[in-house]
């Protein structure tokens, strides 16, 4: 059995001006929100949450990759990614990370854009309405800072007390005029500095 889902939704935000200038090409930051009724909800303490994941878990990330790739517009497209998760108010912050911290999960999305970096990610608890960050970033290097990209929506009526809402999100580019350079040119420079010490 699947996990029992109200509703998917998908957020689309095209940006093509930043500080009063255009951009070569528009930034286009797209997230797929599945709206899941948390299925430890009313149940105590559980202590092993594993069996739901098994049972769940990868069919929920395959159903969401194919969405948010679809939504913007293919896989090879995508240059930044991210994923969150925000469990209703009678829920455990460990019930929403069970469903998205797993490779079962997580795998569907890195091998669908031939990721080389981590996933990142945000897990919090909040009630209908409450705002979803959904961090990004190079999804092939951690240190490319333009890349550091936060795709920010919310459901009205979600999650409600015993939900989980599950975001994936993506980017087919970096921040606009992005200038503050990458991790590798700061430790080039901090090298350099110590140099000449």
């Known amino acids: 059995m699947s996990f029992e889902i109200r509703k998917i939704v998908t957020c689309i935000e095209e940006t093509f001006i930043e500080g009063g200038k255009a951009a070569a090409k528009p930034v286009t930051m797209t997230g797929v929100a599945v709206v899941l009724r948390n299925p430890w909800h009313g149940r105590g303490f559980v202590e092993d949450l594993k069996p739901e994941v098994r049972a769940h878990c990868s069919e929920l990330g395959a159903l969401m990759v ?86 920010e929506m919310q459901i009205e009526d979600a999650p409600r007390a015993n939900e989980i809402v599950a975001v994936l999100g993506a980017a087919n580019g970096g921040r606009m005029h992005s200038r503050i350079g990458n991790r590798y040119l700061d430790l080039q420079e901090i090298q350099a500095e110590q140099a000449h010490k």
């Open 66 to 151: 194919e969405r948010l790739c679809a939504a913007i517009g293919g896989a090879g497209r995508i240059e930044a990614y991210g994923k969150a998760a925000v469990v209703g108010e009678e829920g455990e912050i460990e019930h929403a990370s069970a469903v998205i911290h797993t490779l079962r999960f997580g795998n569907h999305y890195r091998e669908a854009v031939d990721a080389k970096s981590y996933l990142v990610f945000t897990n919090k608890r909040g009630g209908a309405g409450t705002s979803i960050q959904i961090p990004m970033m190079h999804k092939d290097d951690e240190g490319l800072r333009s890349h550091y990209l936060t795709l």
